[in-house]
């Protein structure tokens, strides 16, 4: 891996910071019309475009300097000419620039427009990289100005990131998004004994997931540390790939070791990947050996299970995974069919036992229509998410391309200059042939294509290959395996440019998360909870039935008392049979909520009005308005409406009723 010099280093950063600065004086000019401000008449707005304008004039003109040969050495004077007592302040400023996130500091005035200023954002994240890495740089003296830049953006990135979700531990009552209630409610169900004093049939979607989440309810824990084990356990579960993927590399020196840890657990972040798929991947990486068969079966079983009660689209991965480590730990040497006899094995007894896993699970859930844990297998693809629009700015297909392109890239340079057996090379690119195309038909099932996480699975196995093959943790053909289970093939130079990408591409990819915190009145929201249980008692008093479509974890965390629950017609229920046009599931729900089953029905505000494709999850809406909204809103109205905390109660129209 080579490393840029002192002077293509300050070209490539001057470069950086004159576009960032350029273009975000651009953005500015932009933001000013928008708002309707005349720049040259507001002393403030002007002062901030022409700091801008300046900064990007000095940063051309200090880059086109470069090329002056008596101008050549002055980056190295300026890094000398630094005094020795200057040491204690560096490591300070190194953690002040690593993880202070400026945005979430900035009055609400600023941070709003900050907020929506994407070069603006970069330019800000860009300077204080650079000042990190020069503190960096002081600190650790012998190492390359790229490389300090290079850890110091990494783990920048990585502490926005893990910033972003720490803000979403709050005591909120209700529901951040469309589908956190769910992800309360449906881990409830494993302990419907002790929670609702039934027994209640299984979750349906994600089982793996809801069981690692029921944790919190045997302590009956409140609200906001189910929030925070959701969130620890993503650390704990996506982030230990990184060490696992680190011990089968065997990186040395240690600051390399450390930027590769920092590297893996971003590329993971930024799909991202969830918590509940880590585990089958931890398994194999830690449990694979080319040497013990005994070991690896074991790990594979263990992770084929956990992988049949996670995802259908993952019954293939653990079985894929250890084909893969095979391919690269075990030199062909004419070995014929036999070489092949193994991996085939793994990959389809693992498909197998992950299939069998899930029959077990659903034979015991309680749930008598199997079918209803296939219901994306009938659901519509919507091919244009494949490209830029409403719902993926990116699109699915240009955003993985820029995800993987820099490990291709690495892929493309080492196979071609390595001594791997054909056939190894072409099983290798096979596989994550078959798990792109898988991951590109998922994401382009409605409800997915939001962003990349349905490209798991290839990016996954992508990420072990390439850092396989960068750091030269492969088998040649003319070696024999080591009592460590792998030969080191001889490194093959990286260009800095690729490495640059390697390490940019994740940054870029984290920075596009929001961070901010969660704000609410707590005053308003006590009185929706009031208002929520007075609802419920006069149900009660009535005995009719009240049905919570969301909102459910409520009634399990104890928030709110005496409710009968109707474990029908949850809300990401509803969406996956709305999606996947189930008849016999909407029929029923219909003829329910068309004779007034229910006194009352909690739900986000309804409304009908069906979108195109140039909206956000258009089709989603558009199903959800079709099945749902439209029944309720025909029979039903709104009696109580939670603006602040999108909450509606509907009752039951009175006489003849009728559709808005």
């Avoid at 503190?135 to 783990?155: D, P």
């Avoid at 005591?171 to 002790?194: C, H, I, V």
């Avoid at 072990?464 to 943790?473: D, E, P």
Wanted: hydrophobic residues 55%.
């Amino acid at each position: 891996m080579s490393l840029p010099s002192r002077l293509i280093f300050w070209r490539s950063a001057l470069a950086v910071t004159g576009t960032l600065a350029f273009l975000s004086t651009w953005q500015m000019f932009n933001e000013a019309a928008r708002l309707g401000i005349r720049v040259t008449a507001s002393k403030s707005w002007l002062a901030l475009i022409g700091l801008l304008g300046l900064l990007a004039l000095l940063a051309f003109c200090g880059m086109l300097l470069t090329w002056l040969p008596h101008l050549q050495n002055w980056a190295r004077f300026a890094h000398r000419a630094l005094p020795a007592w200057l040491r204690w302040l560096a490591v300070p400023l190194l953690a002040a620039c690593v993880l202070i996130d400026p945005l979430q500091f900035t009055p609400p005035a600023i941070h709003q427009i900050i907020a929506k200023s994407e070069f603006v954002r970069l330019l800000i994240f860009w300077l204080l990289a650079l000042s990190g890495s020069f503190a960096l740089r002081i600190v650790w003296e012998k190492a390359n100005q790229g490389a300090t830049l290079a850890i110091t953006l990494l783990t920048q990135a990585s502490a926005h990131l893990i910033f972003s979700y720490l803000t979403e531990i709050t005591a909120y009552p209700f529901a951040l998004g469309w589908s956190e209630t769910s992800r309360f409610y449906y881990p409830s169900l494993f302990l419907a004994q002790k929670l609702y004093g039934q027994p209640l049939a299984w979750p349906i979607l994600h089982p793996s997931l809801h069981l690692v989440l029921t944790a919190p309810y045997w302590l009956d824990a409140p609200l906001w540390a189910h929030r925070a084990w959701q969130i620890l356990l993503r650390f704990i579960l996506v982030g230990g790939i990184a060490p696992a993927l680190l011990t089968r590399l065997k990186i040395s020196p240690r600051p390399l070791q450390f930027a590769a840890g920092v590297w893996i657990f971003l590329t993971l972040f930024d799909l991202p990947l969830y918590l509940h798929l880590a585990p089958p991947v931890i398994l194999i990486l830690w449990g694979y050996s080319a040497q013990d068969t005994r070991r690896t079966w074991a790990a594979l079983i263990l992770a084929s299970l956990w992988a049949g009660l996670s995802r259908l689209n993952w019954y293939p991965v653990p079985g894929m995974l250890a084909a893969a480590l095979y391919l690269l730990e075990t030199p062909y040497q004419n070995k014929g069919w036999r070489y092949l006899l193994r991996p085939a094995l793994w990959v389809l007894g693992g498909t197998l036992i992950a299939f069998l896993a899930m029959r077990s699970y659903i034979a015991l859930s309680g749930i008598s229509q199997a079918g209803d844990f296939y219901t994306s297998l009938r659901s519509a693809l919507l091919w244009y998410r494949l490209w830029p629009n409403a719902t993926y700015p990116l699109g699915v297909l240009p955003g993985i391309l820029i995800y993987s392109l820099p490990m291709w890239g690495v892929l493309a340079l080492i196979l071609r200059r390595c001594n791997l057996h054909l056939l190894r090379v072409g099983l290798l690119l096979a596989g994550l042939a078959v798990l792109f195309v898988g991951g590109i038909f998922v994401s382009m099932k409605i409800g997915g294509g939001g962003d990349l996480h349905n490209m798991d699975a290839y990016a996954v196995s992508l990420i072990i290959v390439a850092a396989s093959l960068f750091f030269g943790r492969v088998a040649p053909e003319n070696g024999q395996i080591s009592a460590a289970e792998r030969i080191t093939l001889q490194p093959v130079p990286i260009p800095w440019v690729l490495t640059a990408l390697l390490v940019l591409t994740p940054v870029w990819f984290a920075l596009r998360v929001p961070a901010g915190w969660v704000s609410y009145d707590q005053a308003a929201s006590r009185a929706t909870l009031t208002a929520l249980q007075r609802r419920v008692d006069q149900v009660n008093a009535g005995a009719g039935e009240i049905l919570f479509i969301t909102q459910r974890h409520l009634i399990a965390m104890k928030m709110l008392h005496s409710v009968n629950l109707i474990p029908e017609y949850e809300r990401e229920e509803l969406m996956e049979m709305a999606m996947a046009g189930d008849e016999g599931y909407l029929d029923q729900f219909k003829a329910e909520v068309r004779a007034l089953r229910f006194a009352a029905i909690v739900v986000d505000p309804l409304a009908i009005n069906f979108l195109g494709n140039e909206y956000a999850m258009g089709e989603e809406n558009n199903a959800w308005v079709r099945f749902v909204a439209k029944p309720i809103l025909c029979n039903y109205r709104p009696a109580e409406v939670f603006e602040a905390d999108h909450i509606v109660i509907y009752v039951p129209q009175q006489g003849t009723a009728a559709c808005p």
